[in-house]
């Protein structure tokens, strides 16, 4: 296994690491892992969108909401409220409807309907890309490391892409031909134009959004998608899926690193509990089909601590095996 050493080696332009997939396998630590590492050398970010705040729990320094935290040198942290942003924007929304037809309030109708919008998880998803876009453009760091929430592991979105592409074309077409016929039919039509002009705006201002999001994963020198797996039947078949969903939206996974996996020397030792023998054994099958199905995909092994890995001195335990794995693939199975 190449490690995340090897990695950057054969990517030396790489500045973006993504890590995706299904919930409580180990995103949030191994992103915590490795902005650690990364900002030995260089100045690193490691960002967040967890309303449950999982980076200020990992690093044991309340952080969520309050911008770019320095926790260590070189190492900043920042976890984006991302429901006190989606409620910002639909507050925005609302305000100009309001302004657009002179209104008091917004009829009870439309209220509710945009609020039902802005619980959508598309909302949510779209709210996390742009916050990773601005970050990602300031361009104040050498490495930003992006722990990504749970949801179809965390790039579903993109694909709308094409869609609000296509509305976007759609839209821009029948507003030309409105201005032809708004010319003659005059102010009339004024008003009607205002108001799709700012819808029109709006979907371009999503897609463009989406798209930036999408060139910056996209760029394979620059952008690496990380996987976490576990030996588990369940990981493994999500894992599988989510290659292909990868695939079909025209990306490719750069590693995996197989998390929470325990040291197999462990069930030789007398005092070690039968459960975890047991555990050991089923999770060296899990590690064949691992090695079978992703082989050289894999870039580290990851060892399960007897405690949950929290503060900087048992994420750098995590770190070193991350970094430059101990043993080979094989040794675990
Ligand atoms: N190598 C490990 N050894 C022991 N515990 C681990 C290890 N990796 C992760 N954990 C624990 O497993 C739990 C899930 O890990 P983590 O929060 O990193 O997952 P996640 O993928 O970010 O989850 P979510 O999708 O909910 O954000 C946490 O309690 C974490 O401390
Ligand atoms: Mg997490």
Do not use: C
Request: charged content about 30%.
């Amino acid at each position: 296994m190449i490690g995340l050493k090897g990695l950057l080696e054969r990517r030396p332009k790489l500045k973006v690491l993504i890590y995706a997939g299904k919930g409580g396998l180990g995103k949030t630590t191994l992103s915590a892992a490795s902005s650690l590492l990364l900002s030995k050398e260089k100045k690193v970010l490691v960002f967040s969108t967890d309303p449950q705040a999982s980076l200020s729990d990992v690093f044991e320094r309340d952080v969520f909401g309050k911008g770019e935290v320095k926790i260590a040198e070189n190492l900043y942290v920042l976890e984006i409220d991302a429901d006190k942003r989606i409620n910002e924007y639909v507050a925005s929304i609302k305000k100009k409807i309001i302004d657009m037809y002179k209104l008091d309030k917004l009829p009870p109708d439309l209220e509710e309907y945009i609020d039902s919008a802005a619980a959508e998880p598309a909302m949510y998803e779209s709210a996390v890309y742009d916050a990773m876009v601005d970050v990602v453009a300031e361009g104040k760091y050498d490495y930003y490391i992006f722990d990504m929430p749970p949801f179809g592991h965390g790039i579903r979105m993109i694909a709308m892409a094409d869609v609000l592409s296509q509305w976007v074309e759609k839209i821009t077409e029948l507003r030309k031909q409105a201005y032809e016929y708004g010319r003659v039919a005059a102010s009339l039509k004024r008003a009607k134009l205002t108001y799709e002009d700012e819808i029109l705006n709006e979907l371009q201002y999503i897609r463009n959004r989406i798209v930036a999001f999408r060139n910056i994963i996209a760029n394979k020198e620059t952008a690496a998608l990380m996987v976490v797996v576990t030996p588990e039947r369940m990981s493994i078949l999500d894992t599988e899926k989510a290659l292909e969903m990868f695939s079909s939206l025209g990306l490719e996974a750069a590693g995996i690193v197989v998390n929470q996996v325990y040291p197999p020397e462990l069930a030789k030792r007398p005092e070690t509990p039968e459960y975890i023998k047991n555990k050991i054994e089923e999770q060296r099958k899990y590690m064949d089909e691992i090695k079978r199905k992703f082989g050289d995909m894999v870039i580290s092994v990851v060892p399960m601590l007897n405690r949950e890995p929290k503060g900087l001195e048992a994420l750098s335990i995590i770190a070193k095996e991350l970094w430059s794995p101990s043993r080979a693939l094989e040794d675990y199975i």
